[in-house]
Nanobody, 124 residues
Framework: QVQLVESGGGLVQAGDSLRLSCAAS????????MGWFRQPPGKEREFVAGISWSGTTWYYADAVKGRFTISRDNAKNTVYLQMGSLKPEDTAVYCC?????????????????WGQGTQVTVSS
């Protein structure tokens, strides 16, 4: 079992930056691909970014490419999402997720463990 706990969300203004963290329990973190997903109010969950077990492969949604950066620290069992140039349309609940496998995926149904999420609200 893997437990994931997100932190770092909050209320910011458009153009600001924010860094989300996701701390994972267990000793298998370093072998798992990790992802960030978000669910805007009244909308479906969507992929934001993913990173392979080694941290050498990344995927980003087109909407965040160039503004967000995903990274991981396997020694700390933590994955990060650095968000910059935030826009009101980035407002959502952000969740991190872990795969059983080390290969990164954009598909939410390929992730096996999920955190509770952290709210990010961007005001205009």
């Amino acid at each position: 079992q893997v437990q994931l706990v997100e932190s770092g969300g909050g209320l910011v203004q458009a153009g600001d930056s924010l860094r989300l963290s996701c701390a994972a329990s267990g000793r298998t973190f370093s072998s798992r691909a990790m992802g960030w997903f978000r669910q805007p109010p009244g909308k479906e969950r969507e992929f934001v970014a993913g990173i392979s077990w080694s941290g050498t492969t990344w995927y980003y949604a087109d909407a965040v490419k160039g503004r967000f950066t995903i990274s991981r620290d396997n020694a700390k069992n933590t994955v990060y999402l650095q968000m910059g140039s935030l826009k009101p349309e980035d407002t959502a609940v952000y969740c991190c997720a872990a795969r059983t496998y080390g290969i990164v995926s954009r598909r939410y149904d390929e992730y096996d463990y999920w955190g509770q999420g952290t709210q990010v609200t961007v005001s205009s």
